[in-house]
């Protein structure tokens, strides 16, 4: 009986220690690493955008008198439009992006001439709406997304000279599909995982263009360029929410 007890006190002790180790081994062991989570730019995004252009409009009369008569309009404006597009983020963090964008401009600008034919005249110039279609390369830090962007611009103008008294000089009058390429860089923030805001800013260079002025066998060149700052607010659609590295 003696020996049955003690066997069974040994095999109590035993389990005991055993217990403690375990414990022990449980209690030293590490827990798995957390892994925040990381967000992704991935999908297509849709939104609207206003800001700011300013447009340096030159315009020479190479065969008025004198030779080299010339103005400069500024049909700077406020602009306010839309955009859609894509972007497909790497693992590497690098973004690419497509985007199209169109915006509604409302100023126009009047200058006079300052000497010659058309001497005393107001040269008129006035920037009616304008798009664009561009890539991007960004690099992103989480919610944090900074790029550049380039592609081909599209702007659509109109203009007029006017004689003394505002009488339309005849014959030059123009309407024109003014078409260049644009560079700019930009900062997007996704504020949730839909909702992104963006701040940007783009140089546009539409070249020069020759209008005749047939009534006078005159012409006149009006070289365009164009700087403009904006604010967007978009939509992003599907697309993985949030990644993990």
Do not use: C
């Amino acid at each position: 009986m003696r020996r049955h007890l003690g066997w069974a006190l040994v095999s109590v002790i035993s389990l005991a220690g055993l217990g403690s180790a375990l414990a022990a081994d449980m209690a030293v062991k590490a827990p798995p690493p957390v892994v925040a989570p990381i967000y992704d730019w991935t999908g297509f995004y849709l939104g609207g955008e206003a800001g700011y252009s300013w447009i340096n409009a030159a315009t020479n009369y190479p065969n008025a008198f004198p030779i080299g008569n010339a103005t400069t309009n500024h049909p700077d404006s406020g602009l306010f439009g839309g955009h859609v597009g894509y972007r497909w983020q790497l693992p590497s963090r690098w973004v690419l992006g497509l985007e199209i964008s169109a915006d509604s401009l409302f100023n126009q600008s009047v200058h006079s001439t300052p000497s010659g034919f058309p001497a005393g005249n107001d040269a008129v110039i006035r920037a009616n709406w304008m798009a664009s279609a561009r890539g991007s390369v960004g690099y992103a830090w989480n919610r944090s997304l900074l790029y550049v962007t380039g592609g081909a611009a599209y702007l659509n103008t109109d203009g007029l000279t006017y004689l003394p008294f505002l009488v339309p000089q005849v014959g030059t009058n123009y309407s024109s599909d003014r078409w260049g390429w644009t560079v700019g860089a930009g900062f997007a923030y996704a504020l949730t995982n839909q909702w992104l805001v963006n701040l940007e800013y783009r140089y546009a260079n539409f070249g020069t263009t020759t209008y005749n002025v047939p009534l006078f066998v005159a012409y006149q060149n009006v070289k365009l360029e164009q700087n403009l700052v904006l604010v967007g607010l978009s939509y992003k659609f599907g697309g993985p929410v949030v990644a993990k590295y």
